[in-house]
């Protein structure tokens, strides 16, 4: 398991206090219709006995981006789907939030590259690693990222868009130049929910 997907698959389990997770199933009803996110038909179908599909609509899972394993990107969710499939040393996750205002994710991505710079670099032996990011021209802003651990290296699009927030992270090869062709997939799913969440109310309003 990568190094820095571990924190995402602990927070799979964790809620906010309070009832987080009837928050998260109201919120999502209305505003992430099912079906929205563009892995939830191969989630939905039977998995084969190695492979694992997971599907949140929690408001209180951590971002899947999340170098500092920290609380970051919370403030101001109003709805929330996070799809995770893993399998032997393969991992791959969608996620998408929705803000109550463009500041609100504007502020969640900015948290999110203060986590970067953080957490660009740590650890030793085995437990070493270190992230790289360049800025890609995909819908308001976006970032795409590589995670560089021990034995093995994860991919990650981080993209803004209106008051949206779309994640997707792969495990697999990355070199620290970054180059597109490493990112081509994500970066087509990028592309994909940067269009497609402007179909949601206020979204790209």
């Avoid at 999502?28 to 006995?49: D, H, N, Q, R, W």
């Avoid at 890609?136 to 021990?150: C, H, K, N, S, Y």
């Avoid at 090869?173 to 994909?192: C, H, I, N, W, Y």
Wanted: with cysteine; glycine share 10%; net charge positive.
């Amino acid at each position: 398991m990568l190094r820095a997907l571990v924190p995402v698959m602990v927070a799979a389990a964790m809620v906010t206090a309070g009832g987080g997770e009837a928050l998260a199933a109201s919120a999502s009803t209305s505003e992430l219709p099912k079906g929205f996110l563009l892995y939830e038909a191969k989630a939905a179908k039977p998995a084969k006995p190695w492979e694992k599909w997971q599907v949140s609509d929690s408001l209180g899972r951590r971002l899947e981006l999340n170098p500092c394993a920290r609380d970051v990107g919370r403030d101001g969710r109003r709805a929330m789907r996070t799809i995770t499939y893993s399998a032997e040393t393969d991992y791959l996750s969608e996620q998408v939030v929705i803000y109550r205002s463009t500041r609100a994710a504007g502020k969640a991505l900015r948290a999110v590259r203060d986590e970067l710079r953080r957490c660009a670099r740590g650890g030793s032996g085995h437990d070493r690693y270190a992230y790289k990011w360049k800025k890609t021209g995909i819908g308001d802003e976006a970032l795409r990222v590589g995670g560089f651990f021990f034995e093995s290296r994860g991919r990650y699009l981080v993209v803004r868009r209106g008051s949206a927030l779309a994640i997707y992270v792969r495990s697999g090869m990355v070199t620290k130049s970054l180059p597109p062709s490493q990112f081509r997939a994500l970066e087509k799913d990028g592309r994909t929910m940067a269009d497609k969440v402007c179909d949601l109310a206020h979204v790209c309003a």
